[in-house]
């Protein structure tokens, strides 16, 4: 699976867009992209996933540029509860024996 | 959705002693599910892959005699820790997938463990 470079940390203002990005520049073209988080003291959270297309759910937008090497994850309006470490994470969808690695993520800070 | 739940959410233990932690797939079937290990400050390491029916896959330096993996049905694995010593202490997550191939993955709520 492709490696993904993230920052360490990063603050947002609470109702402001939280933007993180992430570059995976060795993606290959069956490699899709998958974010999650991990709220302090929980397990890891889905938020959302794509190949190449955009795509937005009701948690987050998920911008991945046309090269495919890099990714936004935007939060569109940030809370104090969106505060958690983000994983970018960057793989194939095999069959069922199919782990999904973390690597360090980054530490989003909302700040009132 | 599908949920993936994980019991006790912390246990204390004395050293020498033995913990079983137990994740379930409450609505739906997992023939894989995923064992991870958290220490503090840091990301989740895959420690085994449990599958249903046949032995763990194991991670490379994770002692799979210490760490006792059983998949014994499609919506239940354990992990037990055997002879637990004070560095076992750590943050357990399991993860199971409800659509193999397809969308993400669903975690536990994570097993907080203290080996004293």
């Known amino acids: 699976d492709a490696k993904t470079t993230q920052p360490t940390s990063m603050d947002c203002a609470e109702g402001r867009a939280a933007n993180l990005p992430c570059n995976h520049s060795?993606?290959?073209?069956?490699?899709?992209v998958y974010w999650y988080r991990q709220i302090h003291s929980q397990g890891p959270q889905y938020i959302i996933h794509g190949l190449k297309n955009n795509e937005t759910n009701e948690m987050a937008s998920l911008i991945i540029t046309e090269d495919r090497k890099s990714s936004t994850l935007i939060l569109p309006h940030a809370t104090l509860r969106d505060t958690a470490v983000y994983y970018c994470i960057v793989r194939v969808p095999r069959n069922n024996n199919n782990d999904m690695r973390f690597g360090a993520g980054t530490r989003l800070t909302v700040k009132p | 959705g599908a949920v993936v739940s994980q019991h006790p959410s912390w246990v204390i233990c004395k050293s020498g002693t033995s913990v079983k932690i137990e994740c379930r797939s409450l609505?739906?079937?997992?023939?894989?599910m995923f064992w991870y290990r958290q220490f503090p400050k840091q990301s989740l390491m895959l420690m085994a892959t449990?599958?249903?029916?046949?032995?763990?896959?194991?991670e490379q330096g994770v002692e799979k005699d210490k760490f006792l993996i059983n998949h014994a049905s499609l919506t239940l694995s354990t992990l037990t820790v055997t002879s637990a010593h004070p560095e076992d202490s750590s943050f357990y997550i399991c993860?199971?997938?409800?659509?193999?191939?397809?969308?993400?993955?669903?975690f536990g709520s994570g097993t907080r463990l203290t080996v004293v």
């Open positions: 060795t993606i290959s073209g069956n490699e899709y």
């Open positions: 609505d739906f079937q997992a023939t894989t």
């Open positions: 993860s199971a997938n409800q659509n193999p191939g397809a969308g993400g993955y669903t």
């Open positions: 449990s599958n249903e029916g046949s032995k763990a896959t194991y």
